[in-house]
Every structure is written in C-alpha cells, then in structure tokens.
C-alpha cells in the first residue's frame, strides 16, 4: 500500500461565534490510501480547541501513511489500527480517525460494499440532522431560522455564551417565533456557571427547547452530573465526553453524550462508546467539526445508532470539496455506494498545499 496527502482551506460562508470564539476558516488534511489500483480517503481538520496545528496533522498522518507499507493489505492494516499497532495511544484522536475511515472506504471498496454495510446495517441510514446557528444579531437569527425552516431543517441548533444571557434568551425566542414547528437544541461551550445554568435551563424549557449541550464548563463531571439531574431539560456532555471513559463516568448521570469521531477516534470508538451507554439511560448524539463531506461521511454511516444528530458540518462551508451524503435539505444520507460513498467535486486546485 502507499499513501498520500493534501491540504486544503475550507473557508465558512459566514463566520461563526460561539462563546469562546470566532472560526472564518480551517485547514483539512486528506490522507489517501492506494492499493492495487483501489483508493481510500480520510480526512482531519485543524482544531485550535483540540490543539490540532495543520503541520503536526500532516506529520503524523504522513508517519501513520509511511507505516501502512508494511502491511500487506488494508484489512490486515485497519485491524492493526484498532488493535492500537498502527497508531499509537498517544496519537491524537482525528488523525486515528482520519487513518480509519480511508481504510473503511479502501476495504468497502475492494468488498464493493458500503461503509453501513460492513458495520452490520443493511439499509443506508437516513435521519434529520441539526443545523448550527451561532451567536448573532436578533435579526440575522430571525432571517437564518426562517430560511432553514423553509428548506426542510427540522432540528436548529443555537449556540449560546453571550456576555449577556438575556441576549441568548431574546435570539431564542426570536428563533423560536421565525420557526415555530422546529426542535432546538441549545449549546453554550461550557459558558455558564452552575448557578447561571440553573437559574437559566428553566427559561429555555418554556420556550421549548429540546436539551442543552455542555451548559457549564468542562472539568467538573461531577457537577455536570448534578446539574443535569436538576435540569428541566436534558442535558447532553460534549467537551467533558471525549474518550470511553469519560463517556463511562457520566453513563446514567446525564441523559445524552455527544460523539465526534475526531473526538473519540472514529467509527470503532464511537461503536464503544454507544454500547457502553446502553441501558444506561444516557443517549448517543453524534456530532462533528466543522469539515467537507469526507469528513462527515464516517459518522453518518453511523446515524441509525443516535437520538440526536449534529452532522452539518458541511453545511457551513462557503464551498464543499466532497460530495455524496446530501444535508441541504435537512436529512443526511449514507451511500449505498461502496465505500464511504462520497466523491470529490471537480475544482481548480486553486488553494491546495
């Protein structure tokens, strides 16, 4: 097997703000895996959050590419990866990642089968996804909810962590009157104090939101689980659930986790992760960063598995790369193709490192 790399800016239609910052751009870095005549691509995007710089994703997804030669096949490479023989435990989670879903497209295209398929799901999976609003001016949130309600989103996300919490109260109302029949769901990145979150979430469920993710700081899972078993409305851990055992301690404490294959480490973590919660009475959200469509892809191949999904980070690119699992109108949808099932567009490469 060989293997390649190239970067490439992905550049949002608009920026976006949550409470911690403002994104206009990133970097993704796709890894290509070739084996005879066949070819397989991932992809990983950089992540200030994560401390995931575009050089050191290059590096390590061109050391993991070097290593795949010794292997005779990409079978016998994607079970050294999940048997931690291919990326070691301190390699960081998108890169795994991204090293596991070129494999899964390499592998479901030698079988010519879908990606769905060789995780034991006969049919494509079909669901609604969430669509990300950030923090705004109250007319730009009226506007935006209106135009994605009238394209078919039934699930509006909306971030939170203003300044001032009655600007975040004030956009969801507004929201919520611009898109009556909509589900909301509301994100604040670890904004709030507890006391803050407590005195809040009451107002939220009057206006019907449907669960807040990640209300309060990361750090405190303890306080978190506290929290969620006071809260009027469910409460979803997202940056206090990055790996199977943070997802372990807060099984049965908070009513959802949000998953992101760049998080945990893709499609095989994730499969861990949902079985661990099992019974537990927490629920599988399953999100991603901002990325193409290749990026996506592995996680809707998942999509049957989880009550909420946040998979619309192609959604907000001013020009997707990749196409092949739809989102525009509101529904995400796995190929049947083999694979991944998605294709790149044909562009200039105007802007490719």
């Not at 994607?78 to 795994?96: F, I, K, N, S």
């Not at 999976?125 to 730009?140: E, H, K, Y």
């Amino acid at each position: 097997m060989k293997a390649g790399l190239r970067t490439v800016r992905l550049e949002l239609a608009e920026p976006l703000r949550i409470s911690r910052s403002t994104m206009s751009a990133r970097d993704a870095v796709w890894l290509t895996v070739e084996h005879d005549g066949v070819a397989g691509h991932g992809e990983a995007v950089s992540s200030v959050y994560f401390g995931l710089r575009t050089e050191s994703v290059e590096r390590l997804l061109a050391a993991v590419g070097t290593d795949l030669a010794r292997f005779p096949d990409p079978e016998c490479a994607l079970e050294a990866l999940r048997a931690g023989e291919l990326a070691g435990e301190h390699t960081p989670a998108a890169v795994t990642a991204a090293t596991e879903a070129a494999l899964l497209d390499l592998v479901g295209k030698r079988a010519d089968s879908p990606v769905h398929r060789l995780l034991g799901v006969v049919e494509p999976p079909v669901t609604a996804t969430a669509r990300t609003m950030g923090i705004t001016s109250l007319a730009r949130a009226a506007t935006q909810a209106r135009a994605l309600a009238a394209d078919g989103f039934a699930i509006i996300k909306v971030k939170a962590g203003s300044p001032d919490p009655e600007d975040d109260v004030e956009r969801v109302r507004v929201i919520r009157d611009a898109a009556p029949r909509a589900r909301l769901l509301l994100d604040p990145n670890g904004a709030w104090t507890t006391a803050q979150a407590e005195a809040l979430l009451p107002r939220y469920a009057e206006l019907g939101v449907e669960a807040v993710e990640q209300p309060v700081a990361p750090g405190d899972p303890e306080a978190l689980g506290a929290l969620a078993e006071r809260s009027p409305l469910p409460v979803i851990a997202d940056e206090d659930a990055v790996d199977l055992e943070d997802v372990r301690r807060l099984a049965g404490r908070v009513q959802g986790v949000n998953v992101k294959l760049a998080k945990c480490g893709g499609v095989q973590a994730a499969l861990r992760i949902a079985a661990a919660i099992d019974g537990s009475g927490t629920e599988l959200m399953l999100g991603c960063l901002t990325a193409s469509s290749l990026g996506l892809a592995p996680a809707v191949h998942l999509a049957d598995r989880a009550r909420w999904a946040d998979l619309d980070g192609h959604l907000l690119l001013a020009h997707d790369p990749w196409t092949g699992i739809g989102g525009e109108d509101g529904v995400v949808r796995a190929s049947a193709r083999p694979g991944l099932g998605v294709a790149e567009r044909e562009v200039s490469r105007e802007g490719v490192a």
